[in-house]
């Protein structure tokens, strides 16, 4: 998978405001709107990895269901 469950926390950067003389290049280029766009963005894609994993997980639940049943010997009592 190549993927952390801690992609939506580490993944997304975060600025915290700072009182110094000189700002910073980040916060000097910083926007409300762009900001939100982007956060709108990482839901987005967090929303489409949960599918992904719900798909997999699904697969996974019968691929082994599928193996259980083939080593299963029926028997009438």
Known sequence: MGETP??????SN????????EPSIQSINFTK???N???SDALDLA????KEVHMRVELYHRIDEKRYKS????RNF
Do not use: D, L, Q, T
């Open 14 to 21: 975060a600025m915290i405001p700072v009182k110094v003389r």
């Open 47 to 50: 929303k489409e990895s949960i």
């Open 6 to 11: 801690f992609r939506p926390s580490y993944g």
């Open 37 to 39: 766009e982007m956060i």
């Open 33 to 35: 709107e762009e900001n």
């Open 71 to 74: 080593r299963v010997k029926p």
